[in-house]
């Protein structure tokens, strides 16, 4: 088909235009990427300060304000299992400077809130995996059993309390998991973190507590919690006399807390690649490496497309125990 020449100039400005206008928005990409951080950072820890999820975020802004160049500034908002957080950061201007530092409640809070305002999958990006921490099952010094065996026996003779670090944590839903699987009753008795819920512990104000080990090992040490089981694949060095779950034969199933980064979806690429790049180049830094596994973490790297993978399974993987432990909604 022959255009007019005044049509065919209209095309060939329209198409300059349009090229000039996407190389415009690549180089304004690369320039903000380039000057990228130019003030602080705000990490939001959607749980107290003192739990396990703070501890790990501490370690990890160090090293990335180190890298960075600007100050990488933690600010604990705690309540609500994280959504409070969470929420916080899905609206907050997606510009790299608002980050938020979570674990597996991204995954399991959809499946057990009604009326949450964020959505895990559209929301966020994934920047960084950073650490995990196996789970510990430990109780009072006051209450009698010595072992799994001892306590599942208990809970058939009486309905137990147990204190995680929150409503849809995973810890809560483990718990219901390995009281599923033994045919017994276990009361969740929800706190805002890790730090309260073992206050409550260590005061015997509950059972029993499901939680991270790494905050607990003091207090094991000292007599103060006694473990009764760990939840990782092999025992922890933390707590060489614990015993896995799979030794004592009450749930032979593997469970780690993650924790990890994530900015708003709307995050200009060309500054999620430079989070992504940096954090990846802080996990390998091995004094952090070896600073979170003194204090109970296990740092193994993934790439951020298999963090998101992984944020994905585990969605799937609490679905079927929300479904079959029959989990009411809040």
Do not use: C
């Not at 415009?24 to 903000?32: G, N, T, V």
């Not at 072992?147 to 809970?155: G, K, W």
């Not at 003091?218 to 760990?230: D, I």
């Amino acid at each position: 088909m022959s255009y007019p020449f005044r049509v065919r100039a209209s095309i060939a400005t329209t198409r300059r235009r349009g090229l000039l206008l996407v190389a415009s928005l690549m180089f304004s990409s690369l320039a903000w990427s380039q000057a990228y951080p130019g003030r602080s950072i705000k990490m939001v820890v959607p749980f107290p300060a003192g739990g396990g999820a703070d501890v790990a975020a501490r370690a990890f802004s160090d090293r990335l304000s180190a890298l960075l160049g600007q100050p990488v500034v933690i600010d604990n908002k705690p309540g609500a299992s994280g959504n409070i957080g969470a929420e916080m950061v899905a609206r907050s201007p997606a510009d790299g400077y608002t980050l938020l530092f979570g674990n597996e409640f991204l995954a399991t809070n959809p499946l057990l809130f009604r009326e949450i305002r964020y959505d895990t999958l559209k929301d966020f990006v994934p920047i960084a995996k950073v650490a995990s921490s196996a789970v510990a099952i430990a109780v009072h010094p006051s209450l009698a059993p010595r072992n799994m065996a001892e306590l599942i026996a208990l809970a058939k003779k009486q309905p137990l309390n147990y204190a995680s670090p929150g409503v849809g944590t995973g810890p809560h839903l483990f718990g219901q998991l390995i009281a599923l699987n033994a045919g017994v009753t276990f009361n969740n008795i929800p706190y805002k973190g890790s730090a309260p819920a073992m206050a409550d512990a260590v005061g015997g104000q509950v059972d029993f507590i499901i939680s991270t080990l790494a905050p607990m090992v003091p207090y094991l040490s000292s007599g103060k919690l006694r473990g009764m089981a760990v939840t990782g694949a092999k025992r922890s060095p933390h707590a060489p006399d614990i015993p896995t779950l799979a030794e004592t034969g009450s749930v032979a199933q593997r469970y780690d807390v993650w924790y990890g980064v994530v900015a708003p979806a709307a995050t200009p690429p060309a500054i999620v690649a430079k989070l992504q790049q940096s954090a990846a180049q802080v996990l390998r830094d091995p004094e952090l490496v070896g600073k979170l596994r003194a204090a109970g973490y296990e740092v193994e790297p993934i790439s951020a497309d298999e963090f998101g993978a992984e944020i994905r399974a585990d969605m799937e993987r609490w679905t079927r125990v929300v479904q079959e432990a029959k989990i009411q909604r809040e």
